[in-house]
């Protein structure tokens, strides 16, 4: 069965530094996605950032990178000039590639970020 | 922007009582999801429904738990007889075939809290 781990329970960090969340996941499929999700006080579930594992290169967005390491089977993500914004909590999710089909997330214990003015 | 909505957004209800949490899918959107969120835990999945059938769910998704798309817009999840440990954040999610990467849109939640 597949598993996604999320090691770090709590994380802080100063505005405009650059943090890093880590996440581990366990498959034995090679074909797959991994996502981001966050999850502010409002309990919205907001996608940040994806990544299909087929691809080598790690995605961006904006101020959001990911570091895939595929044989490690590792996915942190990287928050570059943090903003009192980004403080919420972090998903870290996995789902095998199905084309066409739905598929259930998977989902890490979490990290909650905070952000010190 | 299309986006999912719920209702409501908080239910109480009484131990043994059912209730219905209400999802509008985005409207081109044919894979619809259930998952749950114990306050303080992670997002658990509970049941995706296509073509007018369970495609999937959890073994958290008992006989307790029903899900039905009555017309052609809503998507509901029934609990027959609720228990005070289905207190949770109730998330209904949708997305579009034809994609491999098959983003998830997850709605705004509904908090159900049973007493």
């Known amino acids: 069965a597949q598993t996604v781990t999320q090691s770090q329970p709590e994380m802080s960090v100063q505005e405009a530094e650059t943090v890093t969340l880590s996440c581990t996941y366990d498959?034995?499929?090679?074909?797959?996605?991994l996502f981001w999700y966050k999850q502010p006080p409002s309990r919205q579930m907001i996608l940040v950032i994806r990544q299909e594992a087929y691809k080598q290169q790690n995605a961006t967005e904006n101020r959001f990178s990911v570091n895939f390491q595929k044989a490690a089977k590792s996915f942190s993500l990287k928050i570059s000039d943090s903003q009192l914004g980004d403080a919420a909590m972090y998903f870290c999710a996995y789902r095998p590639a199905i084309y066409n089909q739905g598929g259930k997330l998977i989902f890490g214990q979490g990290t909650e970020l905070s952000v010190k003015p | 922007e299309p986006e999912v909505t719920q209702t409501p957004s908080h239910q109480v209800t009484q131990m043994g009582q059912e209730v219905i949490l209400r999802c509008v899918p985005i409207?081109?959107?044919?894979?619809f999801y259930w998952y749950r969120q114990i306050l303080g835990q992670k997002v658990e999945f509970l049941v995706s429904f296509y073509n007018n059938e369970i495609s999937e769910k959890s073994e958290i998704f008992d006989d307790q738990f029903s899900v039905e798309r009555p017309d052609g817009s809503n998507f509901t999840l029934k609990i027959r007889s609720t228990k005070l440990e289905d207190s949770a954040m109730y998330f209904c999610?949708?997305?579009?075939?034809?994609?491999?990467?098959?983003?998830?849109?997850f709605g705004p939640g509904t908090r159900l809290t049973v007493l």
């Open positions: 498959t034995s499929e090679s074909d797959y996605y």
């Open positions: 409207s081109n959107h044919l894979y």
């Open positions: 999610a949708s997305s579009v075939p034809g994609t491999a990467h098959n983003e998830q849109f």
